[in-house]
């Protein structure tokens, strides 16, 4: 499984047109060339990095990779650490998420 946190309005128009294209906090997929993802052990830390001035609740996606219509790469997300981060290359098919959290504010 892979981690995404959503905007909750984000998610809610993903679920009504079928796919999701939000790339990270205020960019799109198409901004960005991918849709920024974590591990299970990556969300917490990029939730209080990110997301740590969001005031609105976000909406934490578990998708099941192998469910995504769209390739998966893991790339190095931080060039000083090594640390590597799924990147999803075209849009979250909402029929690969499995569950959806809400995290309520303070994000940080």
Do not use: C, K
């Amino acid at each position: 499984m892979i981690y995404h946190l959503a905007q909750t309005g984000h998610w809610e128009a993903a679920v009504r047109s079928g796919s999701y294209a939000q790339s990270t906090l205020g960019r799109t997929l198409e901004d960005e060339g991918f849709i920024h993802a974590s591990t299970a052990e990556q969300w917490p830390v990029t939730r209080a990095r990110f997301y740590g001035g969001v005031t609105e609740p976000l909406v934490l996606l578990e998708i099941d990779e192998g469910r995504l219509s769209a390739p998966v790469r893991w790339e190095v997300g931080d060039p000083s650490t090594g640390e590597r981060f799924p990147h999803v290359y075209g849009t979250v098919n909402v029929d690969s998420v499995v569950s959806t959290i809400p995290l309520e504010p303070p994000h940080a």
